[in-house]
């Protein structure tokens, strides 16, 4: 079946450091993959999508390729900020019919001054 | 627009109580989707409706677990004789069309379900 692992957290940075969030999957087809953030409080946001192979996503400064070879959709910024904070959850849309997510576990990222 | 919304947003059952959980999608909305998030955990998928049919339901963990979207909108989530393992966050999603894998699911703020 479809899965995701994704870089387990808490993951501390400093304010402007450069981010990488790692997130592999395993699926047939070829499924569309996402980053969602959860803000402390808040619900699931999409923070941006990839539906085929080296398509970039990309929104807020932060961006993720699609690499097919390597099964991999790695979230990165090159200047967090403390707003950032928040945790990040990598995904993947099922090829095919409706789209039923499959999420990794998270990861929590915080940002200090 | 108005987004999805979930009530209660909050609720504390005793174990063996029954309880329901709303979702009112983004109006227009086709497909709706449950998942439960357990603490520290990714959200994992309970059932999907396309308008008011309910194409798959593989994710729900027992027959305890019920959920109806009787006129294509609005749905409810019944968990019948709840146990502690029940206890989690309850997300509901929709999508304004039916099929694609490209489509965008958008989420409600969820249900905090605490079983004591």
């Known amino acids: 079946g479809n899965s995701v692992t994704q870089m387990e957290g808490p993951v501390t940075l400093s304010e402007e450091a450069f981010l990488t969030i790692n997130c592999t999957y395993t699926?047939?087809?070829?499924?569309?993959l996402f980053w969602y953030v959860q803000y402390p409080g808040e619900g699931l946001q999409l923070l941006l999508k990839?539906?085929?192979?080296?398509d970039k996503g990309s929104n807020k400064g932060f961006e993720a390729t699609y690499r097919k070879e390597t099964t991999s959709f790695h979230l990165e910024k090159g200047s967090v900020q403390v707003s950032d904070s928040a945790v990040y959850f990598c995904?993947?849309?099922?090829?095919?019919?409706?789209?039923?997510?499959?999420f990794g576990t998270g990861t929590k990222l915080q940002v200090i001054p | 627009g108005a987004g999805v919304s979930q009530s209660p947003r909050y609720k504390v059952a005793k174990r063996g109580q029954d309880v329901a959980l709303r979702c009112d999608p983004i109006?227009?909305?086709?497909?709706l989707f449950w998942y439960q998030q357990a603490l520290g955990q990714g959200p994992e998928f309970l059932t999907y409706?396309?308008?008011?049919?309910?194409?798959?339901k593989s994710g729900l963990p027992s027959d305890r677990f019920f959920a109806e979207r009787p006129e294509g909108s609005v749905s409810t989530l019944k968990i019948q004789r709840t146990q502690q393992e029940d206890s989690a966050v309850y997300l509901c999603?929709?999508?304004?069309?039916?099929?694609?894998?490209?489509?965008?699911?958008?989420f409600g703020p969820g249900t905090r379900l605490l079983v004591l």
């Open positions: 999603a929709s999508s304004l069309a039916s099929q694609g894998a490209k489509e965008t699911q958008y």
């Open positions: 409706f396309q308008n008011e049919a309910q194409l798959d």
């Open positions: 990839a539906t085929k192979a080296d």
């Open positions: 699926a047939t087809g070829y499924p569309s």
């Open positions: 995904a993947l849309g099922a090829s095919g019919g409706y789209q039923k997510v499959t």
């Open positions: 109006s227009g909305h086709v497909s």
